[in-house]
């Protein structure tokens, strides 16, 4: 895998990042783009949030899952998203909320239709993935520019071994990096996905191993309940699977691309 050839953009004007606190360069948030070749290309994009904590990002939940999108005829972008301890809450989300309102800006330079683009997110990528999918609504863009008069709206989402819960059963690490050691219990609900579902929640994919010991497939468990509660459309793969981390792998992935070429256009933008 040659990551060069896939281009790298800055989601945020320069000098107008906001809460900067570092000048690192893995604070500057970027968007890596995989193309899928002409002939295959069907228009739909997957914004690809990797996984690792909310501390880093597991590189075989990026690129090599952008490669595998792209062989189906989806454009994917990978998103290094900034990640705490010193980028805590709302940071991660801003960006996930920028990412979205980035590709639906420039959408027509890839060919791409503005009402079919979702987000893929593993582990604490999926964390992120389903509360910018589940808050979208609460979105108050910090700049002016044309990117941020986007719509920052999901039309499906895809949760890999997601971190749901910032609760009891939610992921420790993931919890204590977004939101610090002591966080307000109003906060802990608010980021709590699971309980923040309703009717406006796009199709979402959810997949999960029971054998899963780093992120409890009680996760999926609650958020499947409160979807199927919500009326909302979704796919749900649950059973022994092996360990966390497995990153794309035949258990979910061929059913996960028969379920993407299911999707109805949505237009209610």
Known sequence: MDIKKYKFFHIWPNNELPYAETTQPQDNPTLQVVLPAPKRANGSSVIIFPGGGYTQLAPHEGVTVGEWLAGAGFTAFVL????????????????????????????GRWGLNPHQIGVMGFSAGGHLASAISNHFIEV???????????????????????????????????????????PDERLVDMLSNENHVTPETPPTFLFHSTADKSVKVANSD?????????????KYIRGDFGKHGIGVHPCWAEECLKWLQSLPVRVNK
């Open 222 to 234: 609650r958020l499947a309940a409160s979807l199927e509660a919500a009326g909302v459309p979704y």
């Open 80 to 107: 290094a998203y900034r990640r705490g301890p010193d980028n805590p809450f709302p940071v991660p989300l801003l960006d996930g909320y920028r990412a979205v309102q980035f590709v639906r800006h420039h959408s």
């Open 140 to 182: 108050e863009p910090a700049l002016s520019d044309p990117v941020s008069q986007e719509p920052a709206r999901t039309d499906f989402q895809i949760l890999i071994y997601p971190v749901i819960s910032m609760g009891g059963v939610g992921h420790e690490r993931s919890r204590l990096n977004l939101l610090g050691s002591r």
